[in-house]
C-alpha cells in the first residue's frame, strides 16, 4: 500500500524566512497531493493541493511542487508569518478517494 | 462553501458505554464520508471510508463491531464507539468528499474521553 513520509517533524524560522517541508510516496499510481494545515486542537484545513498533471501551483505565499520521477513533493511558504505556526499534514491519494497522510511538520514562526 | 460539522466536540463517557459521534455535510452532498483518529502529536490514521446507503469499509486493525459506521444519508454519517474504553480515549475527526472529487473537507473533531 501507499506510504507517505514527511520531513522534518519540526521546523522553526524567523518571521519572514521561507520555509520548506518535503513529502515521499511510494505508489506511483498516487494522483492527487494535498496539503493541511491543523492548528492545536481544530480539523485539518486543506490549504493547497496539486495534481499529477501539473508540477507547480501557487497560491499568494504557498506553492507546491512535484517531481513523478522521484516521488516527492514540497510546500514552500515564503514570508512567513507567526500565524502560519501551525502542524502541516502532506497527504496522497490514488483514484482510491483515500488520503494517506504524512506524519506532520510541526512550523514555528517566531516574530 | 464545503462545510462539515461534527457532534459532539467533546464527550466524557463511563467505560462500558456506548458513543454516538455525528458527521454532517452542510452544504454539499458527501457521496463518501472518512472516519480518522488522531492521537496527541500525532498524525491522522484513518478508519475507515463509507459510502452512502453501502456498507463502511474498515482499514486493517479496526474492529468493525467496535466502531459501528452508518452513512444513512448524503449529508449525515455515524460513528459508534461501543463498549468504550480508556484506550478508546482520543480525537475522532470526520472528512467528506463530493461526488466526482477527492478533495476531503474536514469536520471539527470530536474529542471523546473515557472514564
Known amino acids: 500500500g501507499e506510504n507517505v513520509e514527511q520531513h522534518p517533524s519540526t521546523l522553526s524560522v524567523q518571521e519572514g524566512d521561507s520555509a520548506v517541508i518535503k513529502c515521499t510516496y511510494s505508489d506511483s499510481a498516487s494522483n492527487y497531493f494535498p496539503w493541511y494545515k491543523q492548528e492545536l486542537g481544530k480539523r485539518p484545513q486543506l490549504i493547497i493541493d496539486?495534481?499529477?498533471?501539473?508540477g507547480e501551483k501557487k497560491d499568494q505565499r504557498i506553492a507546491v511542487t512535484l517531481n513523478k520521477t522521484a516521488k516527492h513533493f514540497s510546500l514552500h511558504i515564503t514570508e512567513t508569518q507567526p500565524e502560519d505556526s501551525a502542524v502541516y499534514f502532506c497527504?496522497?491519494?490514488?483514484?482510491?478517494?483515500?488520503?494517506?497522510f504524512g506524519t506532520g511538520t510541526r512550523l514555528q514562526v517566531f516574530p | 462553501g464545503a462545510v462539515v460539522s461534527q457532534h459532539p466536540s467533546w464527550v466524557i463517557c463511563k467505560s462500558g458505554t456506548s458513543v454516538k459521534i455525528e458527521c454532517r455535510s452542510l452544504?454539499?452532498?458527501?457521496?463518501?464520508m472518512f472516519w480518522y483518529r488522531q492521537f496527541p502529536k500525532q498524525s491522522l490514521m484513518l478508519m475507515a471510508t463509507s459510502n452512502e446507503g453501502s456498507k463502511a469499509t474498515y482499514e486493517q486493525g479496526v474492529e468493525k463491531d467496535k466502531f459501528l459506521i452508518n452513512h444513512a444519508s448524503l449529508t449525515l454519517s455515524t460513528l459508534t464507539v461501543t463498549s468504550a474504553h480508556p484506550e478508546d480515549s482520543s480525537f475522532y475527526i470526520c472528512?467528506?468528499?463530493?461526488?466526482?472529487?477527492?478533495?476531503?473537507?474536514f469536520g471539527p473533531g470530536t474529542r471523546l474521553t473515557v472514564l
Open positions: 497527504a496522497a491519494s490514488n483514484n482510491t478517494d483515500k488520503l494517506i
Open positions: 452544504d454539499f452532498q458527501a457521496t463518501t
Open positions: 472528512s467528506a468528499s463530493g461526488p466526482n472529487s477527492d478533495t476531503q473537507y
Open positions: 496539486i495534481r499529477s498533471n501539473v
